[in-house]
């Protein structure tokens, strides 16, 4: 049996290379193009072929997204599209429209076909539909349960891929028109406007409801699965995938590095105790900004478990310095700043070869004035901070609560 492909998200070329080197064996992003991600600032098709470059030397995929529900407008442009990713050698392309299906079996047949979540495969009459068509791949829908998901992997040959962490649709698989209805951002066509999180005041007819500073949204709590990752591997899943384009690198690492770490001490092992759950779980939480749950996979929720009332994303202020270069003899390291810290902070080190390390900032230097500072308050200010740890290109580091 294959090792289970995790599958991480990227915004851009810096991300994906970040969620490259912290783990994932594979990544999907989106082009200017045909993206249901239109905000985040997506791939022109130079950097898709850095980033395929750069996962195939690591011996990694790269999956385009083409998951709009395309117009006829949309259409005009897709053989150039396809043919320009198969020059490039992209792995996959992940679609919701059976004519984009079709159109890249005949024109591309070298790329593989996934069909996105978007197309809501809840059973193995739609999987051996898809299979037919060609497609190698499938999204199950996030409202499948590890239940149903046992039914399903025993009874088709086609690989499926299923979402173990971020953000959630109150709507069936996406397929939401509350954003077009509200703003005439285009949900489907990569403009949603997430009007499902924004807060709403009750009122019948122009009496506005008690009590009068009760707010509610109609939100989902983020998906994480951690604890569930060991019966998607014994399932048989094929790929285990995290949702977040428009999150940032600091969150791509923690999430991917966290999971990494997850399936690779169960291949090892066989089991994971409590004790380590527990432990991934307060490592993932360091990048968590809203409430999470399980979604479906255990079967249906109550409104309580998936639901909640006020909005409770709070951005985190740990992620504090990139680290760019490290001197071992003056045991100085280049970072870029992210967040405020000073001379004298307790922080935390960590990397894909690094694990989690605490040490005490004895020294910061302005890299542009070659001045000693006591605070670190410009973000992306470059600066050489003297700690006893080596550290190396890429590794992060966040302050210590």
């Known amino acids: 049996m294959n090792k289970i492909e995790l599958l991480a998200p990227a915004g851009d070329l ?13 990544v999907y992003i989106g082009g200017k193009q045909f993206s249901l991600r239109a905000r985040a600032s997506n791939f022109e098709l130079d950097d898709v072929k850095k980033i395929c470059e750069f996962a195939h030397k690591r011996h990694k995929k790269v999956y385009v997204t083409t998951n709009i ?12 599209y396809l043919l320009a990713l198969n020059e490039i ?43 037919k068509m060609g497609c190698s ?29 971020g953000g959630m649709c109150t709507s069936y698989s996406g ?5 077009n209805h509200l703003t005439n951002r285009d949900a489907n066509r990569g403009g949603c406007a997430h009007s ?27 998906l994480m699965a951690i604890k569930q990752v060991p019966k998607l591997i014994e399932l048989g899943i094929s790929s285990l995938k995290i949702e977040g384009r428009m999150k940032s690198s ?26 380590r759950f527990e432990s991934y779980i307060k490592e993932i939480n360091k990048a968590e900004n809203r409430l999470t749950s399980v979604g479906f996979l255990n079967g249906m929720v109550q409104p309580s478990e998936q639901l909640y009332d006020t909005r409770t994303e709070h951005p985190t202020k740990e992620y504090i310095g990139y680290v760019l270069n490290y001197d071992t003899k003056t045991q100085m390291a280049l970072i870029e700043q992210r967040n405020y810290f000073e001379k004298g902070d307790m922080v935390e080190f960590f990397g894909p070869s690094l694990e989690n390390t605490i040490c005490k ?21 470059k600066l050489w901070i003297q700690i006893p740890v080596l550290v190396k290109k890429d590794d992060m580091m966040r302050k210590v609560k």
């Open 137 to 165: 791949r499938a999204v199950l829908a996030r409202e499948v349960s590890l239940q149903e998901m046992e039914t399903i992997s025993k009874n088709t040959n086609i690989e499926l891929e299923v979402f173990i962490h």
């Open 196 to 222: 499902c999180r924004w807060n709403y005041i009750l009122y019948k007819g122009a009496r506005r409801l008690p009590p009068k500073k009760q707010y509610f949204n109609m939100g989902s709590k983020d």
């Open 250 to 275: 600091y969150y791509l690492a923690t999430v991917v590095r966290c999971y990494r770490k997850l399936i690779d001490e169960y291949y090892e092992k066989h089991e994971i105790s409590e004790e």
């Open 69 to 80: 529900i395309p117009h006829d407008e949309n259409m005009i442009s897709l053989d150039t």
């Open 89 to 131: 050698k992209v792995d996959a392309i992940i679609t919701s429209s059976i004519t984009i299906i079709e159109r890249a079996r005949s024109l591309v047949p070298q790329i593989e076909r996934h069909v996105s979540t978007q197309m809501s495969i809840t059973n193995t009459k739609a999987l051996a539909f898809y299979e």
């Open 361 to 381: 900032v004895d020294k910061i230097i302005d890299f542009e004035t070659n001045q000693e500072i006591d605070v670190a308050r410009h973000p992306l200010q």
């Open 14 to 26: 810096e991300k994906a290379q970040i969620a490259l080197l912290y783990g994932a064996d594979a």
């Open 175 to 179: 397929r939401c028109v509350l954003s």
